[in-house]
């Protein structure tokens, strides 16, 4: 705050910060997003589905070997033009650039993690 001296008196002015641009919040400045969702179609991953795509500047990409998830889960998404769906299986390589993970491909349920172990993991991956 700052202190201004008129005749003997001081009077406290408080300084408003800013305002920022209006600019700031606007579409066209948001990043652009490519985010792949693997085990997207599945109970979890499909509503982050919905999240993501809210965001008009997100490009959204789900790979998933509908192991223990639905197509029909994604079917309001599948034909947009900033939505992807590819059947595969995590454990094998997958060469794409992105720019963010969310890795929900899991066999949630202890009947498949007796049948497959080793697919079950989740974790999210951000490169900023």
């Excluded at 400045?29 to 589905?49: D, E, K, Y």
């Excluded at 790979?63 to 223990?68: I, R, W």
């Excluded at 034909?79 to 769906?85: C, D, K, Q, S, W």
């Amino acid at each position: 705050m700052a202190t201004e001296t008129a005749n003997g008196n001081n009077h406290v002015v408080a300084k408003m910060p800013p305002t920022p641009s209006p600019l700031r919040n606007s579409k066209f400045f948001q990043s652009n997003m490519r985010i792949l969702v693997t085990g997207g179609a599945g109970f979890i991953g499909s509503p982050l589905v919905d999240k993501l795509m809210a965001n008009e500047k997100n490009e959204v990409i789900v790979a998933d070997n509908f192991f223990t998830s639905s197509k029909d889960n994604l079917r309001k998404w599948i034909g947009h033009p900033r939505f992807e769906l590819i059947r595969h299986d995590v454990t094998e390589p997958l060469l794409m650039e992105i720019d963010r993970i969310y890795q929900l491909a899991c066999p949630a349920s202890p009947i498949f993690f007796k049948h497959n172990p080793v697919k079950v993991r989740i974790f999210i991956w951000d490169r900023y």
